[in-house]
C-alpha cells in the first residue's frame, strides 16, 4: 500500500521521471499503469522471484527479472557498526 501511494503521490508531484519498482506484487498493477497513463510516468519493474508476473510486466515500461548474483552483492554485510551502535541481520535473512 505505501509504496503504491508513493509511486503516485510523488509522480502527481512531479518528484521523478522514472520509478523503478522491485517487486512480484501484482497488486501494483493498476498504480503502475496509472503513473503511466494518468501522470506520463516511465515505471520500471525487477522481479526478484523466479516466477515472472505477467500483470507487472504487461504493465511496465519494461520489466527484468533480478538476477540472484547482482542482489547478493548489493547486501549490507550480517553485522555492521555505527555512530548509534551495532546492527545485526536478522538470523532468517
Do not use: C
Amino acid at each position: 500500500m505505501n509504496l503504491a501511494s508513493f509511486l503516485l503521490m510523488d509522480g502527481f508531484e512531479n518528484q521523478y521521471e522514472l520509478a523503478v519498482v522491485i517487486s512480484n506484487d501484482s497488486d501494483l498493477q493498476l498504480p503502475i499503469e496509472m503513473a503511466r497513463s494518468k501522470l506520463g510516468k516511465q515505471v520500471g519493474v525487477y522481479d526478484p522471484s523466479h516466477k515472472r508476473s505477467f500483470q507487472l510486466h504487461g504493465a511496465a515500461s519494461w520489466y527484468r527479472l533480478l538476477r540472484k548474483g547482482p542482489l547478493s552483492a548489493s547486501l549490507f554485510p550480517d553485522e555492521f557498526s555505527d555512530a548509534q551502535g551495532t546492527i545485526r541481520k536478522p538470523v532468517g535473512w
